[in-house]
């Protein structure tokens, strides 16, 4: 069950009327037996602390979120939850302080989730991916003026994966670059080198690179 601000735990009276505080009239409520392959469990007990407004034998109406996994192990985070940026602070800041790098690729691809949760849900996805990038960019060059950012290029190509109808997200990523930097370098990948790719992002002004590791077999 997740807990963030734009995650939150939801207790009511059966009408919907009394919202519940957690900490207060219950205790914090974790699927401790949460598994992805085993829907047939349990549910979470609902702990009612001792001087809870919630009376004996009310019933309730709970809600939560809780994690998607795509392909096994891929997560995605909320691009809108501000706290994500005070991480992605923090780690440039080490990444300046102990490397310095000349250069850095933003993991920024397959963004598979998105517009589902409190703090992200009706915003332009292909606006606040690029609000996104363009913040990482801006964090980076905080501690590193002169780095130069290359990013993997199918989240804003629209022959790619910078389109609506995509995997779990509610929304539509179609004008994410328009919402970048001009000065990102477009890792362009996804099978081997195509015309329409390359020569979208150069239209739009940017610089690129070939970047299909699915080589073995061209070679």
Partial sequence: MLHRPGTPVT???????????????????????FNFGSVGREAASLTI???????????LLVSWYHQMLIYEWQQTVCMAEPALYEVFDHEAKLLAERLNPKR????????????TCAACRGRDMG???????TRQVQI???????????????????????HGNYYLVSGDYSGSWRHVPKDLVMAVWGGKPQEKNLRFFAEQGFRTLGACYYDAGLM
């Fill in 104 to 115: 850095v690729l933003l993991n920024m691809d397959e963004i598979r989730m998105g517009g």
């Fill in 49 to 59: 602390l001792p001087a809870s407004h919630i009376k004996e034998g009310e019933r």
């Fill in 11 to 33: 207790v009511r009276d059966s009408h919907g009327t009394t919202t519940y505080a957690e900490g207060r009239d219950y205790a914090p409520l974790v699927d401790s037996s």
């Fill in 140 to 162: 980076l060059r905080r501690y590193m003026p002169g780095v130069e950012v290359l990013i993997w290029s199918d989240m804003l190509d629209p022959h790619h994966n910078a």
């Fill in 127 to 133: 606006e606040l991916l690029g609000e996104c990038i």
